[in-house]
């Protein structure tokens, strides 16, 4: 405010007017950056915290999926819950985020509560197809696939149009609505 009030004061002459208005220009330019940058500051600090993208280990390539079905069929008998079997890979960046948003609240809740998650490694494709295809998933149409069974083994869900392939554009929220709409 200083400077404003000594460039008012000034004595006007055709060389001081032309200072003046640099001076001017420059002081208003400087403000209008200062205003800019906070509000981009502020924009930044408002924008909706994204997913941080770590990648797991999750499928397991040495595993037995039939063992492993086999074990959480039994699990899932004793304490009443349902299966949910998960088709995909380490390199598949949907089902990293699929993982992440199992293990955000209150999806982990969810999921602890009401199922018994299974894992299955697909390789690129190439491997576990014949289980893929007893739960009716077919593997072509992407991964992340998910199929949900009692705990007698039967079929409640299968994942028909790749719904959950496109995870990274999606939120907790489709989870946590599959979750409830699965739930035991």
Known sequence: MAILEELCVLPRTPKSDFRISIRTTLLLVAAMVILASGALFAQVA???????????????ETANPRADIAAALQQARREHKRVILDFGGDWCGDCQVLDIYFHQSPNEELLNKNFVLVHVFIGHLDLNVDIAEKYGIPLKKGVPALAVVNFHGKVLYSQQTGEFEDMRNMNVQSVTDFLKRWKA
């Not at 408002?46 to 993208?53: K, M, N």
């Open 46 to 60: 408002a924008a909706p915290s994204t997913v941080p993208f770590v990648k797991k280990h999750i499928y397991s």
